[in-house]
């Protein structure tokens, strides 16, 4: 019954690695979002896809790179992890301008 | 971008006393949304209120747009709605979808 659902919840990694979070909405929407929320619970958008097309791109360094196979699913691949890149990553879905409604989640810690 | 600022930063209030919340943003939007992120992460969606009033049980929302503004209502506050509560608005620019921009938020702690 999960409307918006990530994976994994916690990830923990050592720096250099390479990261994926996977996220499923079973809502029926068109777009989809990836947030992140920094120590101070400062959210910011990073990517939005509509219909799997890239309709947002924040300036994120490309060492991130989402990825939507269909449109109830929307991933996010990240390589060469950072110390500055621990946070928390929300997926988010809506109809075009209308409710968002996020996931439970992922908090990323980078060692 | 539009700048979004919520006040106050912090608030405490016993069980059962009322409370208002305020977003102002700097330039004209298209919506606003409020949502409650719980001590447990968690980001539930409140309202969608690009104007006017709505209500929600003990919760209610009004946004003023052609002043910039959105309140927050919070009656008989319960210690369940302890969290931060975000304020958020998107501008559109023609057809193009517009993002969220989101205030940096107002810390409530309701004690028993």
């Known amino acids: 019954d999960t409307a918006v659902s990530q994976t994994p919840k916690y990830l923990v990694t050592q720096m250099g690695n390479d990261k994926s979070i996977k996220c499923e909405q079973n809502?029926?929407?068109?777009?989809m979002y990836w947030y992140k929320q920094d120590s101070k619970k400062f959210l910011k958008i990073m990517f939005s896809?509509?219909?799997?097309?890239?309709?947002i791109n924040e300036t994120v360094p490309n060492r991130f790179s989402p990825k939507s196979p269909d449109k109830a699913h929307l991933n996010l691949h990240i390589n060469s992890l950072e110390l500055g890149d621990s946070a928390v990553y929300f997926c988010?879905?809506?109809?075009?301008?209308?409710?968002?409604?996020f996931g439970p989640g992922t908090r990323l810690t980078v060692l | 971008g539009i700048q979004v600022e919520q006040s106050p930063p912090d608030l405490i209030l016993q069980e059962g006393a009322n409370s208002t919340l305020r977003c102002n943003f700097s330039?004209?939007?298209?919506?606003l949304q409020w949502f409650h992120q719980n001590p447990w992460g968690q980001l539930i969606n409140l309202f969608y209120?690009?104007?006017g009033t709505k209500q929600n049980g003990r919760l209610s929302a009004t946004t003023v747009a052609t002043e910039r503004y959105s309140l927050l209502y919070i009656s008989s506050s319960q210690t369940t709605d302890s969290g931060v509560y975000f304020c958020?608005?998107?501008?559109?620019?023609?057809?193009?979808?517009?993002?969220?921009?989101f205030g940096r938020g107002t810390q409530l702690t309701v004690w028993p």
């Open positions: 958020a608005v998107e501008r559109r620019r023609g057809s193009t979808l517009g993002r969220l921009y």
């Open positions: 896809y509509n219909n799997k097309e890239l309709i």
């Open positions: 330039d004209s939007v298209n919506n």
């Open positions: 209120i690009p104007s």
């Open positions: 988010a879905s809506s109809q075009v301008s209308s409710k968002q409604f």
């Open positions: 809502l029926g929407h068109d777009t």
